[in-house]
């Protein structure tokens, strides 16, 4: 299928779209920079996990046999991003009183059930940095051979002038070398660094550090950026097609990544590399400092300060559909709301689909939606496209019930096979209970049950029993709609 596709993706090494063409035939190596795991994960972190999976999932419903890659940093990353500070891992580790590996464990634990519940699909493989203290210690050794690292009292850093003699340090994220020093204040005195621009490949580990590994220069831990160049190139190669991260990470994290790739291997690791972009809340920058910041599972139980009510994983992953994954998305109340209304618009018409009677002529172009809804996503994977485009098939949807429009049993079933295609398998969206199901059956069995004895002790106006099954039903995550043509649900 993806041989008749021609998808584009938006690439930052180039700032331009390119038509997407795999190293190998039918197959795509992606990486994600997966979480540093010593706090719950956010929703901006979640935001880009999401878009990830739904394109993870576009390059899979294509028919591309995809290995997707994404780490658990479990050491290595310091407080401060220009390799001072102590490691994050290590901090939480003294604060909380336990092992750094405890602290590793619990926060891996809330990701991998946060995502679960966000229905993201898991990696195909999931390597941790501390599984890959051998493999950057050999990556070192190659770039100290090739002259492009030093040793400093147990410490190896990169050195960014000599390889910037050879190649261009600061090509993604469109910096000039030139123009970092001339904006770096001197190093201290207490700096190893030979210049302020050079970062750690590996760390001396103090006598307090508890995170440590023997190494050919003693005691230390590796440098941030350096386990994700050896995770990649190991499980994917030396050059792979597509990297993604959020856009934060642009850099240092991906420029360090893309110099210590060439600086090992001589050539550019990646093809493609994608950039999510933030998530802001009521406007401003998500930060836990202000308090301006909001859990996932706060989101989900409703307690918080920030939503007058509790939204189901599903609508929040709606929501995030909605802006295309390379813009700021602002959270807010009214936006949340919004977008709730709208997948339950979505839910029903496709709820609808197996009570639509077929007619021997067709009077809508069904084939011509189905194309614009690949053209959205071949357009660097423009979700909220697609959204307005499934908005126009819940129309179509509607106009057949109504017998305002007419479809035959062949474009009734392109529909049903569209919807399903978008909506559940690349969206990853989920509603209630998918259409035609056993329990959805089940489910609206019993809900009719429910409604008629609402409705009947609304015609003998008995206020108190409707409005209990009404208040009940709502406590229980289900939602009544009274209408012209009677009583309609949804589950949230």
């Known amino acids: 299928r993806y041989q008749d596709q021609k998808l584009q993706l938006y690439n930052s090494l180039t700032g331009e779209k390119e038509i997407f063409k795999s190293i190998n035939e039918g197959l795509v190596g992606?990486?994600?920079?997966?979480?540093?795991?010593?706090?719950?994960?956010?929703?901006?972190?979640?935001?880009?996990?999401?878009?990830?999976?739904?394109i993870y999932r576009y390059l899979q419903h294509l028919g591309y046999k995809v290995r997707y890659v994404r780490n658990i940093t479990d050491a290595g990353h310091l407080t401060d991003d220009a390799d001072e500070g102590e490691d994050k891992i290590s901090k939480k580790a003294r604060v909380e009183k336990l092992e750094p590996m405890e602290i590793v464990q619990q926060y891996t634990l809330?990701?991998?059930?946060?995502?679960?519940?966000?229905?993201?699909?898991?990696?195909?493989i999931e390597p941790t940095a501390t599984g890959h203290i051998v493999e950057?210690?050999?990556?070192?050794?190659?770039?100290?051979?090739?002259?492009?690292?030093?040793?400093?009292?147990?410490?190896?850093?990169?050195?960014?002038?000599?390889?910037?003699?050879?190649?261009?340090?600061?090509?993604?994220?469109?910096?000039?070398?030139?123009?970092?020093?001339?904006?770096?204040?001197?190093?201290d005195a207490q700096s190893e660094k030979d210049n302020p621009q050079d970062f750690a490949l590996w760390k001396k580990a103090s006598p307090a550090h508890i995170m440590r590994w023997p190494s050919p220069w003693g005691d230390?831990?590796?440098g941030w950026?350096?386990?994700?160049?050896?995770?990649?190139?190991?499980?994917?190669?030396?050059?792979?097609?597509?990297?993604?991260?959020?856009?934060?990470?642009?850099?240092?994290?991906?420029?360090?990544?893309?110099?210590?790739?060439?600086?090992?291997?001589?050539?550019?690791?990646?093809?493609?590399?994608?950039?999510?972009?933030?998530?802001?809340?009521?406007?401003?920058?998500m930060s836990k400092s202000t308090g301006n910041s909001i859990l996932p599972e706060e989101l989900f139980t409703g307690d918080n300060d920030?939503?007058?009510?509790?939204?189901?994983?599903?609508?929040?992953r709606f929501f995030m559909m909605q802006a295309h994954y390379r813009s700021v998305l602002d959270f807010s109340n009214d936006a949340i709301l919004a977008a709730e209304k709208g997948f339950n618009r979505l839910s029903e018409a496709i709820k609808t689909i197996e009570d639509l009677t077929p007619s021997k002529e067709t009077s809508i172009?069904?084939?011509?939606?189905?194309?614009?809804?690949?053209a959205a996503m071949n357009d660097d994977f423009n979700s909220p496209i697609l959204i307005a485009e499934l908005f126009e098939g819940a129309k179509m949807i509607h106009a057949v019930k109504e017998g305002k429009q007419t479809a035959t049993a062949g474009d009734i079933e392109l529909?049903?096979?569209?919807?399903?295609?978008?909506?559940?398998?690349?969206?990853?969206?989920?509603?209630?209970?998918?259409?035609?199901?056993?329990?959805?059956?089940?489910?609206?069995?019993?809900?009719?049950?429910?409604?008629?004895?609402?409705?009947?002790?609304?015609?003998?106006?008995?206020?108190?029993?409707?409005?209990?099954?009404?208040?009940?039903?709502?406590?229980?995550?289900?939602?009544?709609?009274?209408?012209?043509?009677?009583?309609?649900?949804?589950?949230?």
Not at 116 to 122: A, E, H, R, T, V
Not at 306 to 316: I, R, W, Y
Not at 365 to 374: H, I, N, S, T
């Open 30 to 54: 992606m990486y994600v920079c997966g979480p540093t795991v010593y706090s719950n994960v956010h929703l901006g972190n979640c935001r880009t996990f999401i878009s990830f999976d739904m």
């Open 306 to 316: 920030f939503m007058e009510k509790a939204f189901s994983p599903s609508v929040v």
């Open 415 to 492: 529909i049903k096979e569209t919807f399903n295609a978008f909506f559940y398998d690349v969206l990853g969206l989920e509603t209630s209970a998918k259409t035609g199901s056993t329990d959805s059956k089940h489910l609206d069995g019993a809900m009719q049950l429910i409604i008629d004895l609402r409705t009947q002790a609304r015609a003998n106006k008995d206020w108190a029993t409707s409005d209990q099954i009404r208040d009940q039903l709502v406590a229980a995550g289900i939602q009544l709609k009274d209408g012209a043509d009677g009583t309609t649900y949804t589950v949230k």
């Open 110 to 124: 809330d990701f991998h059930n946060v995502l679960n519940k966000f229905n993201n699909l898991p990696p195909n």
């Open 220 to 222: 230390g831990f590796p």
């Open 365 to 374: 172009d069904v084939p011509a939606w189905v194309e614009r809804c690949y």
């Open 225 to 285: 950026h350096l386990e994700c160049t050896v995770m990649s190139s190991k499980y994917l190669g030396e050059t792979f097609d597509i990297h993604g991260g959020g856009m934060d990470l642009k850099f240092p994290h991906h420029e360090c990544e893309i110099a210590q790739g060439e600086a090992a291997h001589g050539h550019s690791p990646v093809n493609y590399w994608l950039h999510a972009n933030m998530l802001t809340l009521n406007g401003k920058k």
């Open 136 to 187: 950057q210690i050999e990556i070192i050794k190659t770039i100290i051979d090739n002259g492009y690292a030093y040793e400093r009292n147990g410490s190896i850093y990169f050195n960014v002038l000599k390889f910037n003699e050879d190649h261009e340090y600061g090509k993604l994220s469109g910096r000039k070398l030139e123009d970092m020093i001339a904006n770096t204040r001197a190093l």
